[in-house]
């Protein structure tokens, strides 16, 4: 079973600060996604992180693969009230997902 | 991005009744399609994962004579909550692959009284 971990589980922070959230596993992933959920709604998909250390940026956030492709990081900068929401990580083939963080950015 | 549906959106039904839920991909096939469950405040929790054209197979701890999944096209699958009780009650979303990406339906909230 492909087990991953996400830290913070909440997180609670000002307009404008930055942030971090971890996926980790001991599994191995051909590749990991992020995804962002609000309330009453389904996932959506934010990023898919197939290559070993890839970086990607998606305008404020910047998602990073580990070189070993067992563990992934979601940055966000200058946090707004708009980001506000579930975070899940999962990875491929088998789609589990994390325990998800949840972020509230308060203006 | 794909576009993947569910219908319905939510459902109120009695204890000991079955209630069937539809997942569609609208513009593309997926071969695979998997189903979750959430409850209040928590993750999703991967239910089963559905092939087209074969059984499906289920997270170990899920009940496949209470949850049938059927996957009978490319483009809809179904999972039918069986004899449903309160404890049934959640949030039931399924998602579709197309190549290495999934894409997840809106959601069906099951209220069983």
């Known amino acids: 079973t492909q087990l991953l971990e996400q830290s913070p589980q909440f997180l609670s922070i000002q307009e404008g600060e930055n942030l971090t959230v971890y996926c980790n596993s001991s599994?191995?992933?051909?590749?990991l996604q992020w995804y962002r959920q609000e309330p009453g709604e389904g996932p959506v998909l934010l990023v898919t992180?197939?290559?070993?250390?890839e970086v990607k940026k998606l305008k404020r956030l910047t998602f990073q693969f580990g070189d070993a492709r067992k563990d992934s990081s979601l940055h966000i900068t200058a946090a707004q009230p708009g980001d506000t929401g579930l975070y899940l990580c999962?990875?491929?083939?088998?789609?589990?997902f994390g325990a998800g963080t949840r972020l509230t950015v308060k203006p | 991005g794909a576009v993947v549906s569910q219908h319905p959106s939510w459902v109120i039904c009695k204890s000991g009744t079955s209630v069937k839920i539809e997942c569609r991909s609208l513009?593309?096939?997926?071969?695979?399609m998997f189903w979750y469950r959430q409850f209040p405040k928590q993750s999703l929790m991967l239910m089963a994962t559905?092939?087209?054209?074969?059984?499906?197979?289920?997270e170990q701890g899920v009940e496949k004579d209470k949850f049938l999944i059927n996957h009978a096209s490319l483009t809809l699958s179904t999972l039918t909550v069986t004899s449903a009780h309160p404890e049934d009650s959640s949030f039931y979303i399924c998602?579709?692959?197309?190549?290495?990406?999934?894409?997840f339906g809106p959601g069906t909230r099951l209220t069983v009284l």
């Open positions: 992180v197939v290559t070993g250390g």
């Open positions: 999962a990875g491929d083939p088998a789609m589990r």
């Open positions: 599994s191995v992933f051909s590749s």
């Open positions: 559905s092939n087209e054209g074969s059984k499906a197979t289920y």
């Open positions: 513009d593309f096939q997926a071969t695979t």
């Open positions: 998602s579709a692959r197309e190549d290495a990406q999934q894409f």
